[in-house]
């Protein structure tokens, strides 16, 4: 348990010369506060929409664990979110996040009527995407009704998480150029 703020830091420290947290927790100072920034503190590569006809940087956390990459495939946005694999998310977790993922558009953004008793129905949608050449298993879930899909896979120590109304095929690659995306602020419209 942490006594003091100087036991953060402590934890927190940087490595001598590195962007790279030692250990613990990074301190709220040292946090990216935009995308490009985050992307330096990634310690894994992450991938992005290949058939994409534009790309954008998306979300990030604040310490680089994980890292979206945005584009439009079929005139509809493609979400690919990459997280460091984390033991402590069980499938039900990354099933249940992904239902939330699902859930606020669905809802807040639809803008369906919603009159009470409101039910939802969650439908499996498992798919097999092209990731580097390969194709690989996604564990997916829509509601049923709707076009929006959310898919998972777990390759080479991380999570794949793609959010989408696409029903193109999708091809995703790791991101070499992301020195080149504009950041979420200057997405295209």
């Known amino acids: 348990m942490l006594r003091r703020e100087s036991d953060l830091h402590e934890r927190c420290a940087l490595a001598p010369g590195s962007r790279t947290v030692q ?3 990074m301190p709220h100072d040292a946090q990216p506060t935009d995308w490009h920034n985050a992307v330096s503190f990634a310690t ?8 994409a006809s534009e790309r954008w940087g998306g979300g990030f956390s ?13 005139g509809d946005e493609v979400l690919v979110r990459t997280s460091r694999s984390r033991r402590d998310w069980s499938d039900d977790f990354q099933l249940r ?13 639809d803008l369906v009527d919603v009159n009470l ?24 879930v829509h509601i049923k009704g709707d076009q929006r899909w959310v898919g998972m896979a ?12 696409s029903e193109e095929p999708l091809t995703l690659r790791i ?14 419209t």
């Not at 939330?100 to 558009?105: A, I, K, V």
């Not at 777990?154 to 109304?165: C, R, S």
């Not at 020195?179 to 200057?186: E, G, I, M, S, V």
């Open 23 to 25: 250990s613990g927790l």
């Open 44 to 51: 894994f590569a992450f991938y992005e929409p290949a058939n």
């Open 62 to 74: 604040g310490d680089g664990s994980s890292i979206e990459v945005l584009g439009t495939v079929g």
């Open 97 to 109: 996040a992904a239902f939330m993922e699902l859930m606020w558009p669905f809802v807040m953004e």
């Open 117 to 140: 008793p409101y039910s939802v129905t969650f439908e499996s949608d498992d798919r097999v995407l092209t990731v580097g050449g390969e194709s690989h298993a996604f564990t997916g």
């Open 154 to 165: 777990e390759l080479g120590g991380v999570i794949i998480k793609i959010a989408t109304t």
């Open 175 to 188: 991101c070499t150029d992301p020195a080149a995306l504009p950041d979420h602020q200057a997405a295209p």
